[in-house]
Each structure stands twice: as structure tokens, then as C-alpha cells.
């Protein structure tokens, strides 16, 4: 008994630790652009004997933070801007652009913004960003941003803000996300329910290894003590 008791009680350990390193991530991306808040969850999963950790990203929207800035873009609504990176395409929620020496519209990391025909070139001039993604240099268009699509489950988050996708996104419907010129979105977090969780998980770890450190000495109790013979 006391040994299932030590597995089980280690297992809640390994939760535990698990839930704080997310938790603690949260709390230092508070003004990571877009960011989005991953969550854990204890889950019986198909053929697993224990309840195991799940963690899964919450994909809600952020609040909308006006900068004027005219390469701050950001998405209203449930959509993706799509960047190249050296590992392939990947979605990102918008944040801080910058126009690289080249001319192009890339994220604050250096990566190219693609339009519907590749990245877009939109140096020398007044840029204009219409709600369709339209990008207009001098009241010439440019190019469109490509905005998509693609289910929650099928995303995985990959640092700098991006996601990559496991099957290919789709096209957003006009009518369901509006491009913001101007506007940040901030990240999803909530600084004090992350502060609060945070306590909350350390003081959970501390109790199931104060119950491991219990059973251990009653472990050690049975074994040295219990039918010894003088």
C-alpha cells in the first residue's frame, strides 16, 4: 500500500511540476504581443492506465490596444496572418511589423508577411491597410495579406508567436475577421489569476511532497522495524 501510494503520490508530483513551468511561462509573456495562454489539465486518456497532462492553448482573442502606428496590425476575429520562416510557413496573430531592407512587410523577428502572391513589398511611401488585408503604398495597392483559418487542435504553438499547422489552413471568410491597422493585441493573460494559480500550484506541490516524505519514513518504518527479531 505504501509503496502505490509513493507512485501515485510522485505522479501527482510530476503534474504538479508540470503545471507550474506553464504557469510560469504565462506569466512571462504578460506583454508578449498576441500571445496565448496555454492551460493543464489532468485527463484519463485511451489506453493510459493514470490520468495524464494535458495541456492545451486557448486560443481566445485578446484585448485590441490602439498605437496608431501604421505597421502594427492585428486581426479581429478568428484568423491567422501567414509568415515564412526558414522551417516553413507558420501563422501568427499580428503584432509589431517592420519593413526589412529589401522593402517587404516582415513580423518584429525578421520573418516575411505573405500576401495572396508572396511577401509584399511596401517600402517608400504612406502605408494604408484596409480591413480585407488590402496594403496600399501611396493610395497604390500593393498586394492583400493573406489571412486563414484552421482548427484550434490542429495548431501547435512554436516560439515568436507562431503556430504551425498540421493540415494545410484554409481561407478566411471574408465576413469572420477584420484586418486593424493601428491596433496591438494583447496577450490573453491575466496577470493576477497567473499569480494566483502560481501560489496555488506551489502549495499543492508542497503538500503531495510532504504526504511523499510521510509515506517514505512509513516505508522505512515496515522495512527496518516490523518483524525484526532481537
Same mark, same amino acid.
Given at each position: 500500500?505504501?509503496?502505490?501510494?509513493?507512485?501515485?503520490?510522485?505522479?501527482?508530483?510530476?503534474?504538479?511540476?508540470?503545471?507550474?513551468?506553464?504557469?510560469?511561462?504565462?506569466?512571462?509573456? !504578460?506583454?508578449? *504581443?498576441?500571445?496565448? @495562454?496555454? #492551460?493543464?489539465?489532468?485527463? &484519463?486518456? $485511451?489506453? /493510459?492506465?493514470?490520468?495524464?497532462?494535458?495541456?492545451?492553448?486557448?486560443?481566445?482573442?485578446?484585448?485590441?490596444?490602439?498605437?496608431?502606428?501604421?505597421?502594427?496590425?492585428?486581426?479581429?476575429?478568428?484568423?491567422?496572418?501567414?509568415?515564412?520562416?526558414?522551417?516553413?510557413?507558420?501563422?501568427?496573430?499580428?503584432?509589431?511589423?517592420?519593413?526589412?531592407?529589401?522593402?517587404?512587410?516582415?513580423?518584429?523577428?525578421?520573418?516575411?508577411?505573405?500576401?495572396?502572391?508572396?511577401?509584399?513589398?511596401?517600402?517608400?511611401?504612406?502605408?494604408?491597410?484596409?480591413?480585407?488585408?488590402? !496594403?496600399?503604398? *501611396?493610395?497604390?495597392? @500593393?498586394? #492583400?495579406?493573406?489571412?486563414? &483559418?484552421? $482548427?484550434? /487542435?490542429?495548431?501547435?504553438?512554436?516560439?515568436?508567436?507562431?503556430?504551425?499547422?498540421?493540415?494545410?489552413?484554409?481561407?478566411?471568410?471574408?465576413?469572420?475577421?477584420?484586418?486593424?491597422?493601428?491596433?496591438?493585441?494583447?496577450?490573453?493573460?491575466?496577470?493576477?489569476?497567473?499569480?494566483?494559480?502560481?501560489?496555488?500550484?506551489?502549495?499543492?506541490?508542497?503538500?503531495?511532497?510532504?504526504?511523499?516524505?510521510?509515506?517514505?519514513?512509513?516505508?522505512?518504518?515496515?522495512?527496518?522495524?516490523?518483524?525484526?527479531?532481537?
Amino acid at each position: 500500500m505504501a509503496i502505490r501510494g509513493i507512485l501515485n503520490t510522485a505522479r501527482s508530483l510530476g503534474y504538479w511540476l508540470r503545471s507550474q513551468e506553464v504557469a510560469a511561462n504565462n506569466l512571462a509573456n !504578460v506583454n508578449s *504581443d498576441a500571445f496565448k @495562454v496555454d #492551460r493543464i489539465t489532468a485527463r &484519463q486518456l $485511451p489506453g /493510459e492506465t493514470f490520468p495524464q497532462a494535458v495541456q492545451r492553448t486557448d486560443l481566445r482573442q485578446g484585448t485590441l490596444r490602439d498605437t496608431h502606428r501604421p505597421l502594427d496590425l492585428a486581426l479581429d476575429g478568428n484568423g491567422f496572418f501567414v509568415v515564412d520562416t526558414p522551417q516553413g510557413e507558420r501563422l501568427s496573430r499580428g503584432g509589431s511589423l517592420q519593413i526589412d531592407p529589401s522593402g517587404r512587410i516582415t513580423d518584429s523577428h525578421g520573418a516575411p508577411v505573405l500576401g495572396e502572391k508572396g511577401p509584399i513589398v511596401a517600402a517608400g511611401g504612406s502605408i494604408e491597410v484596409h480591413g480585407d488585408g488590402s !496594403v496600399l503604398v *501611396d493610395g497604390a495597392l @500593393v498586394g #492583400r495579406l493573406r489571412v486563414v &483559418q484552421a $482548427p484550434a /487542435e490542429q495548431l501547435r504553438k512554436e516560439g515568436y508567436g507562431r503556430f504551425q499547422a498540421a493540415v494545410a489552413p484554409q481561407v478566411a471568410a471574408d465576413d469572420s475577421v477584420n484586418v486593424r491597422q493601428g491596433v496591438i493585441e494583447e496577450p490573453n493573460v491575466d496577470p493576477l489569476i497567473g499569480m494566483v494559480d502560481l501560489v496555488a500550484i506551489q502549495r499543492a506541490y508542497a503538500a503531495n511532497l510532504d504526504a511523499l516524505r510521510s509515506m517514505d519514513g512509513v516505508l522505512g518504518t515496515v522495512v527496518n522495524q516490523v518483524g525484526r527479531v532481537d
